[in-house]
């Protein structure tokens, strides 16, 4: 059996950044199209161009040179510091060698050190009815400790199959709710007058969705961290396009939508927050948000096919919005957790 050592990814040595790019892209295709591609030059971006509010470790599974395994945790600084939120892949044909395990536990450890004692994970299980993934991640984070903390759906919509007259009568219907409300569209740089209520549902996120026993605690979001984490996504060449509704009478931020699009991805965006202040739910503003940020990434990104997304299995509203504008289920992702004393 090849013996393998375990080193710190060096982010300044250009080989270590492309080996992991290169390894993501081989997981990726052993069984799990539902992940993201991946370039050496985002991966450098990532690592290099950062918002100040986490610090990451990493280690690098080495086996005659060759890259053949990576872990990566990503420690929060501002609000539970807790948590260390972790990732590890190995290239399939050097599975079952105690690999995975061995990153894991250097990881564990470091992490520890510094006074995290909630460690989270995610992995991916396949539907009976769709496509098939890889599905040794559930049983190598149930043998190292880690246990089923809330279950959420991977759902993609293919935009060319999308029914745009079907979305036409939804729009329409949902603005007769909402006539207090107006749409207000950008992208990455935020405006002066809504980042404070962003802030503020950027806050909401982390509590107000379904988290099921997950052990994320409340967050105080700052305008200032807005402008940070928005800024990082320029400098990196990624896009975000968001949409909000704006209660007219008050001036509030009432919701509030966003999809990510990747530098170097020329097939798949990604749908991150969508969020309702509790104060205005009630006036089909989730709908009105998702069906107008979708028809405008069909205009900025007119070669984009999907959009993916995650909920709780539990957010049935949620869900139900979602498979009314056009996602459906691509794979189950568990988030995993393991609570040290």
């Given at each position: 059996?090849q013996t393998f050592?375990?080193?710190p990814?060096d982010?300044?040595n250009i080989d270590?950044?492309r080996?992991v ?5 081989t997981v990726r295709?052993?069984?799990?199209e539902?992940?993201?591609?991946t370039?050496?030059?985002?991966e450098l ?11 990451s ?6 086996v005659?040179?060759d ?5 990566s945790?990503d ?9 260390a939120e972790?990732?590890?892949i190995?290239h399939?044909?050097?599975r079952r060698?105690?690999?995975g395990s061995?990153?894991?536990e250097?990881?564990e ?5 510094e ?6 994970g ?10 098939r ?6 049983a ?5 400790g880690?246990a ?9 919509c293919?935009?060319a199959?999308?029914?745009e007259?079907a979305?036409d009568?939804?729009?329409?219907e949902?603005w007769k ?8 569209e950008?992208?990455?740089e935020?405006?002066?007058d ?7 549902l950027e806050?909401n996120?982390?509590?107000d969705v ?9 967050a105080?979001?700052t305008?200032?961290r807005?402008r ?5 996504r ?6 975000m ?11 509030e ?17 990604y749908q ?9 739910r009630g006036?089909r ?6 069906i107008a940020?979708q028809?405008r990434?069909?205009q900025?990104r ?9 909920n709780?299995?539990s957010?049935?509203h949620m869900i ?5 504008v056009?996602?459906?289920k691509?794979?189950r992702?568990l988030e995993?957790?393991k609570k040290?004393?």
């Amino acid at each position: 059996m090849q013996t393998f050592e375990i080193i710190p990814l060096d982010k300044t040595n250009i080989d270590h950044v492309r080996g992991v790019a290169e390894l993501s892209n081989t997981v990726r295709d052993h069984h799990l199209e539902a992940w993201p591609t991946t370039t050496t030059a985002l991966e450098l971006a990532n690592r290099f161009i950062k918002s100040g509010y986490s610090r990451s470790h990493e280690w690098l599974a080495v086996v005659e040179g060759d890259i053949v395994g990576h872990v990566s945790g990503d420690l929060p600084t501002e609000d539970n510091t807790h948590l260390a939120e972790c990732e590890v892949i190995v290239h399939p044909e050097h599975r079952r060698r105690g690999i995975g395990s061995a990153l894991l536990e250097k990881l564990e450890k470091e992490a520890a050190a510094e006074g995290r004692d909630t460690f989270l994970g995610w992995t991916i299980t396949s539907f009976p009815e769709g496509p098939r993934f890889d599905e040794s991640g559930a049983a190598f984070c149930e043998a190292r400790g880690y246990a089923t903390s809330n279950v959420e759906v991977q759902r993609r919509c293919d935009l060319a199959a999308v029914d745009e007259k079907a979305l036409d009568g939804l729009l329409a219907e949902a603005w007769k709710h909402a006539g207090d409300y107006e749409l207000v569209e950008f992208g990455n740089e935020i405006p002066d007058d809504v980042v404070e209520g962003l802030a503020v549902l950027e806050s909401n996120m982390y509590t107000d969705v379904p988290l099921g026993d997950t052990d994320i605690r409340e967050a105080d979001i700052t305008p200032e961290r807005m402008r940070a984490v928005a800024r990082t996504r320029t400098e990196r060449n990624s896009t975000m396009l968001n949409a909000i509704v704006r209660h007219k009478p008050s001036g509030e931020v009432a919701g509030w939508t966003q999809i990510a699009v990747r530098p170097g991805d020329p097939q798949i965006a990604y749908q991150e927050n969508t969020i309702v202040h509790k104060t205005h739910r009630g006036h089909r503003l989730g709908t009105i948000l998702k069906i107008a940020n979708q028809r405008r990434l069909r205009q900025v990104r007119p070669t984009l096919q999907y959009v993916d997304t995650w909920n709780a299995e539990s957010n049935g509203h949620m869900i139900a919005i979602n498979e009314a504008v056009g996602y459906r289920k691509l794979a189950r992702e568990l988030e995993v957790q393991k609570k040290i004393s």
